[in-house]
C-alpha cells in the first residue's frame, strides 16, 4: 500500500512538473503578446536583448555541459572566454580581419580547454584547482599584453534572414541577429542531438556517469575527456568572441564580469540538457536585459548598484533552489585512473 | 653497532630537521623558479631583459629599510587572505570569497573607525579591526549556509557574492557613507582608529603573524580544529564519528571570512586610511596563489605571503627600471599555482614520490556535501 501510495505521488509531482511547464511556457508567451500589443518597440527591444545577453551564457554553459558530462568540472570557462574574447579582438587588430579574429580566438579557447584537460585528466590535479590557474593565468595574461588605443574594423555585421526577418515580432528578434547569436542557438541543438542521439554522447554520459564501466567496454575514457574539453573550450572561444567582436567591439580588463561563472549556474539550472540550458540563458539575458532597461530607462528611483548585482543574485538563488533537486553526472570531479 | 638504524637515514638531530624542511618546502620551491623561468620566457617573448627585470623586482622589495618596510606592508593583507584559503581547505572547502569578504570588513572599520568619536586610542582601534573583521566573517557564513542547506557549490557562490559585495560597498562608499567632495570615498578614519608603524614596519603585520599562529593551534591542538579536519578529510567518516558536519562547514566559513575581513581592514585603518573603491582587487585569487604555496599549512602562509607580498612591493620598481608592465607579476603568479598544484611535474623533476602526509585534501565536487 505504501509503495502504492509512493508511486502515487511520484505520479502527481511528474503530472504537476509536465503541465506546470507548459503553463508557465503558455502565460510567457501571452505575456509577450500582450507587452508587444501595448509597446512594441520596447518589446521587440528588450527580447533582443534577452536573446543577445544569453548567447555568451549559453555557450559557456555548453563548455560546462561537455566537461561536466565526460566527468570534468570545468571553473575556467570566464579565462577561457577572457582569454579568446583578447586574442580574437588582438588578431583583427592587427589583420583587419573580423573572421581571422573569430578563428584565432575559438582557437585559443580550444587550447585552453587542452590546457585543462591536461591539468585534470593527465597529471590529475584537483579540477577546480586547474579551473583556477587558467581563470588567474588569463587575467594575467591579458593585462600583461593588453595595449591601449587598438581598434578593431568595426563589428560583426546583422545578418537579416530574408523575409524571415519582416515577420513581425518573431522576426525582427529572431532572423535579424549576427552570426554568433545564430551560432549560438545552432549550437545549442547540434549539442542536444549529439549527446542525446548519437554513439559519442551515449559514450560520453557513460564515462561521465561510470567511468570504470565505459573503460571495461573499450572506450578510451582519457581520449574521450580530452576531446570534450577541447569542444568545450572552443565554446567559450566563441562566447570570448562573442563580447569582444560582436557585442562590445572593443576589449577591457575583465570583460567577462563573472559570465563564465553564471553560464555554470546556467548549465545547473538547465540540468545538464542543452535545451534546459537555454531557457536558463534566456531567463537570465532576461534578468540583464531588464537591468539595462532600468538603469537607462530611468523610470525607477534604486541606485544603480543594486540592479547591478540582479543577475549575481539570481546565480545564487537558482543554485540554492536548484542544485540540490538536480543531479550532476556521477563521475564528475574524479580523476580517473586506467587499470 | 647493532642499534644502528639499517637504513641510511641521518640521526643527527640537525640533519633531521634540515631532511625534513626540505622536505616540505622542496615542491613550492621548484615551483617558484619553474614559474619564474617561464615568467622569464614571456619577458623575452615581449623583448624585455628578464634578468635585469627580476633584479629591479629584488630591489624594489628588499633594497631598502624602507622598502622591505612595504614589502611587509603588502604582505599583511596577503597573511590573512592566504590564512582564510588555507583554513577553509582544511574542511574542504574552497572560499574564492576572499575577495568580498575583505572589502566588507574594510568598509565596516573605515566606517566604525570615522564615525565613531571621543573613544581612546587602542580601544577605537580594536573596536574598530574587530567590527570590520566580524562582518567579513558574518559575509563568509553566507556561503557556508548556503552549502550546508542548499548543496550549492561554494565556488560560484562565493564569486557571486564578490560581485554583490563590490556592488553594495561601491554604494555606500558612493551614497550614505560618502566624504564630502566628489570623489566616491569615505571620510578618512580617525587618529585613535589608525594602526601605528613602528619604524617603517606596519604593527599589522605582527597582528597577521599572530592570527597564523593562533590559526596552526586552532587546526592543530584544539578539538575544533581536529574536528574541521575531519570534516575535510571526509565528511561522511565525520558525520558518522558524530560531528556536525554543517555547524563545522559554517563555523569554518565564518572563520575564514573573519581573517579575510581583518585583512581589510587592517589594510583599511593601517595604510589606506579610508575606504575607496577599487580597494585591493585581486586580493581572492592571491589568497588560493599563497595557501597552495603554503601547501595550505597555517606557518608556510607567512613566507608564501611575504614572497607574493615582495613581488607586488618590487614590480613598480621593475615598471620603472626595466620597463616592463608590472602585470607580469599577475602571471608568474598563476604559473606558481599551477607547478605548485601540478605536483606531479615538481616530484618527477626531484624523482621523489608522494606520502600520505603530502597529501592535501582540497575541494569537494559539486553538490557533494
Known sequence: MQAAGGLDKQFNKAMLWYWGRRGVALALVLLI????????????????????????????????MLGERSGIINIGIEGQMLLAAFVGFMVAATTRSLIAGVVAGVLMGAILGLFLAFMAVSLKMDQIIG?????????????????????????????????????????????????????????????????????????????????????????????????????????????GVFLSLESVGSFERAMTNGRGFVALAVMIFGRWTPLGAWGAALLFGFANALQTQLQFGGSLQIPYQFIGMLPYVLTIVVLAGFVGRSRPPAAVGQPYETE | MANEPASSAPTNPLLVFLSRLWRSINVPLIAILLALTIGGLILILSSANPFAAYFALFKGAFGSLTSFGRTLEKATPLILGGLAVAFAFKAGLFNIGGQGQLVFGAIVSAYLGYSLTGLPFPLHMLIALLGGALVGGLYGAIPGALKTYTGAHEVITTIMLNFIALNITDYLSNGPWKDTGIVARTPAVLSSAAIPRIGQIPFGFFVAVLIAVLTWYLLYRTTIGFEIRTVGFNPHAAKYAGIKVSRTVILTMIISGFMAGMGGAIETLGVVGRYQPGFNAGLGFDGITIALLAQTNPLGVIPAAILVGAMQAGSSQMQFDARVPSQIIDVIQALILFFVSADAIVRWILRSRKTDEDKVTLSTGWGKS
Open chain 1, 33 to 64: 503578446f500582450y507587452s508587444y500589443w501595448q509597446n512594441p518597440q520596447l518589446t521587440t527591444g528588450m527580447l533582443n536583448a534577452m536573446l543577445r545577453q544569453s548567447t555568451p551564457l549559453v555557450l559557456g554553459a555548453l563548455c560546462g
Open chain 1, 131 to 239: 579551473g583556477t590557474v587558467i581563470n588567474i593565468l588569463a587575467l594575467g595574461l591579458t593585462s600583461f599584453f593588453y595595449q591601449a588605443n587598438q581598434t578593431i574594423p568595426g563589428k560583426l555585421p546583422i545578418i537579416s534572414l530574408g523575409p524571415l526577418a519582416d515577420i513581425p515580432l518573431i522576426g525582427s528578434v529572431l532572423f535579424r541577429n549576427p552570426p554568433i547569436t545564430y551560432l549560438a542557438l545552432i549550437l545549442v541543438f547540434v549539442v542536444h542531438y549529439a549527446l542525446f542521439y548519437t554513439r559519442w554522447g551515449l559514450r560520453t554520459r557513460a564515462v561521465g556517469e561510470h567511468p570504470r564501466a565505459a573503460d571495461t567496454v573499450g572506450i578510451n575514457v582519457y581520449r574521450l575527456r580530452y576531446m570534450n574539453v577541447i569542444i568545450g573550450g572552443a565554446m567559450a572561444g566563441v562566447a
